[in-house]
T-cell receptor, first 114, second 111 residues
């Protein structure tokens, strides 16, 4: 049973460019959340998708957008990249639409913005 | 205002018990307490979750006093592979879909 998978594992972009990160949830999970983790800090919640809609959003600008597909996989898009967007981007999935649930994290995509 | 406060780092030796205390003085009635573990270059991994008293699983124990203003994660007989960052999270069990991570506690286990 595959866990949460993310692609690519590493990515290098330059300021002003756009990037798309991908996530496939654990089998049987229908909810996907995205987190940004800067070096030396804890993950920060970006947003969560359920039933192909954004359900909750953290304190991130509109440059960060996402999408969930009918097969529950998800994409995170970041436009107009800034140096400060360099971080580990984590995807997490959970089994139902409920709260207080265990979220299962993928290995992350490390993004470097030059 | 941070919801949780935990030590920045802790050192231990193989075979010892490690106890990490997290303060959450403003915990609300609907809040639950969850601990995650994270190894370098990996995503966090769920360890244990509780609301009150004591919870135990195959990995750890979680002790929550009656006032719920703090909680203690206990890792029995640690090994080198338990070296990681441990996060204490407090979240509303009725409305909060997101996980709110602080800076965590870096636990280093030495031989």
């Amino acid at each position: 049973d595959a866990g949460v998978t993310q692609s690519p594992t590493h990515l290098i972009k330059t300021r002003g460019q756009q990037v798309t990160l991908r996530c496939s949830p654990k089998s049987g999970h229908d909810t996907v959340s995205w987190y940004q983790q800067a070096l030396g800090q804890g993950p920060q919640f970006i947003f969560q998708y359920y039933e192909e809609e954004e359900r909750q959003r953290g304190n991130f600008p509109d440059r960060f957008s996402g999408h969930q597909f009918p097969n529950y996989s998800s994409e995170l898009n970041v436009n107009a990249l800034l140096l400060g967007d360099s971080a580990l981007y984590l995807c997490a999935s959970s089994p139902t639409s409920g709260v207080a649930e265990t979220q299962y994290f993928g290995p992350g995509t490390r993004l470097l913005v030059l | 205002l941070a919801k949780t406060t935990q030590p920045v780092s802790m050192d231990s030796y193989e075979g010892q018990e490690v106890n990490i205390t997290c303060s959450h003085n403003n915990i609300a009635t609907n809040d639950y307490i969850t601990w995650y573990q994270q190894f370098p270059s990996q995503g966090p991994r769920f360890i244990i979750q509780g609301y009150k008293t004591k919870v135990t699983n195959e990995v750890a124990s979680l002790f929550i006093p009656a006032d719920r203003k703090s909680s203690t994660l206990s890792l029995p007989r640690v090994s080198l592979s338990d070296t990681a960052v441990y996060y204490c999270l407090v979240g509303d069990m009725w409305s909060d879909y997101k996980l709110s991570f602080g800076a965590g506690t870096t636990v280093t286990v030495r031989a």
